[in-house]
C-alpha cells in the first residue's frame, strides 16, 4: 500500500493568485496522478506526473494552468494558477504501484475556494 | 472516447437489505473495472477490482459483477449497515491511469 501526504489540506484564496499544492508519498512511484472533484461530481484526471520528464495533461487541461513539478520519486506539486472562483474545487494526488491491474491510492484531497 | 457511468445519483435503502450499484460503460472494453468508496472531505480508497475474464468477486459483505455482454458492472452491499453509508465510484483503468464514474451516493437508513 501507500500513504499519500497532501497539503494544505484547504485554502480559501483571492481570485488572480496562485496555490500549490504539495503531495508526499511513503514510497517511491513511477508516475503520480492529480485529479479535480468539482463539487457534487466525480473526479476528473488533470494529469500524470512523471520524474525527470514533463507531465502529461488530459483534454481541457494545460500547463499554464496547472503547471506541475515532480523533482523526485516520492514528491510533486500542483499549482493552480490566476485563480478564479470557477477552480474551486477538491485537487487530489494519487499513485498507483503497479503498472497494470492495480488499485489507486489518494491523498485526502486539498479543498480550494477561490473568492 | 472511454466514457463510464452510474446510473443512480443518490441511493436509500433500509438497513439490513442488499444495496445495488450500477456502472455502464460504453465506446470501449475494459480490462478491469474498479469500485472505490469515498468518504466527504477524503480520498477515494479501493475495495475491489474484477477484470473482464471474470464473472464475480466477493470480499466479506461485498460483491461484484462484471457482464462485458451488457457492458455493465453491478457493485452489491449485503446486509446493510448505516456505515456503509457513502459514495462509491466505480473506475475503468488504463495501465495505472484510471477514468472514474459519476458515483452514487448510497444513505443506509437505521
Known amino acids: 500500500s501507500a500513504v499519500i501526504s497532501q497539503k494544505p489540506s484547504r485554502d480559501i484564496c483571492q481570485r488572480g493568485t496562485s496555490l500549490t499544492i504539495q503531495c508526499q508519498v511513503d514510497?517511491?512511484?513511477?508516475?503520480m496522478f492529480w485529479y479535480r472533484q468539482q463539487p457534487g461530481q466525480s473526479l476528473t484526471l488533470i494529469a500524470t506526473a512523471n520524474q525527470g520528464s514533463e507531465a502529461t495533461y488530459e483534454s481541457g487541461f494545460v500547463i499554464d494552468k496547472f503547471p506541475i513539478s515532480r523533482p523526485n520519486l516520492t514528491f510533486s506539486t500542483l499549482t493552480v494558477s490566476n485563480m478564479s472562483p470557477e477552480d474551486s474545487s477538491i485537487y487530489l494526488c494519487?499513485?498507483?504501484?503497479?503498472?497494470?491491474?492495480?488499485?489507486?491510492?489518494f491523498g485526502q484531497g486539498t479543498r480550494l475556494t477561490v473568492v | 472516447s472511454q466514457k463510464i457511468e452510474q446510473n443512480s445519483e443518490a441511493l436509500n435503502i433500509q438497513e439490513g437489505k442488499t444495496a445495488t450499484l450500477t456502472c455502464n460503460y460504453t465506446?470501449?472494453?475494459?480490462?478491469?473495472l474498479q469500485w472505490y468508496r469515498q468518504d466527504p472531505g477524503r480520498g477515494p480508497v479501493f475495495l475491489l477490482l474484477?477484470?473482464?475474464?471474470?464473472k464475480e468477486k466477493r470480499k466479506e459483505r461485498l460483491k461484484v459483477t462484471f457482464d462485458t455482454t451488457l457492458k455493465q458492472s453491478l457493485f452489491h452491499i449485503t446486509a446493510s449497515q448505516p456505515a456503509d453509508s457513502a459514495t462509491y465510484l466505480c473506475a475503468q483503468g488504463t495501465g495505472n491511469q484510471f477514468y472514474f464514474g459519476t458515483g452514487t451516493s448510497l444513505t443506509v437508513i437505521p
Open positions: 474484477i477484470r473482464e475474464n471474470e
Open positions: 514510497s517511491q512511484v513511477t508516475m
Open positions: 465506446n470501449y472494453s475494459p480490462a478491469y
Open positions: 494519487s499513485v498507483a504501484l503497479g503498472t497494470w491491474d492495480t488499485e489507486a491510492f
